[in-house]
């Protein structure tokens, strides 16, 4: 998504946000197995955290990073996805594809 001109914030985001879409978590599988799905805490907005990676934010993506609110998906959680037949939201920031589970967040 990260073009190599600039693009107002604005803009970015209404664009970040008209890509973001439901997905159930079989159809992510192959990326899953490549390393390349991050999964993003409910607690989170989805389109800020993409709209952070986009813009290569380093502070924030390393303070979610840390904090645990944002990491890759690990063979716990992608096995429990799998049982549950999960639908997510999902949008992709080359080369990741961030995903959020907002059924979690009814469950906390």
């Known amino acids: 998504?990260?073009?190599?001109?600039?693009?107002?914030p604005d803009v970015l985001k209404a664009k970040i946000i008209s890509e973001t879409a439901r997905i159930q978590w079989l159809e992510l599988q192959k990326f899953y197995a490549a390393g390349s799905v991050v999964q993003v805490s409910a607690e989170l907005?989805?389109?800020d955290v993409a709209f952070a990676f986009s813009q290569d934010d380093k502070a924030a993506v390393q303070h979610w990073l840390h904090s645990g609110l944002v990491d890759?998906?690990?063979?716990?959680?992608a096995q429990l996805w799998v049982e549950q037949q999960a639908e997510l939201?999902?949008?992709v920031i080359s080369p990741w594809i961030l995903v959020?589970?907002?059924?979690?967040?009814a469950t906390h």
Do not use: G, I, S, Y
């Open 1 to 8: 998504m990260h073009e190599n001109f600039e693009v107002e």
């Open 89 to 91: 939201w999902a949008v």
């Open 100 to 105: 959020q589970d907002k059924a979690a967040q």
């Open 72 to 77: 890759r998906v690990n063979d716990t959680q």
């Open 45 to 47: 907005d989805l389109v």
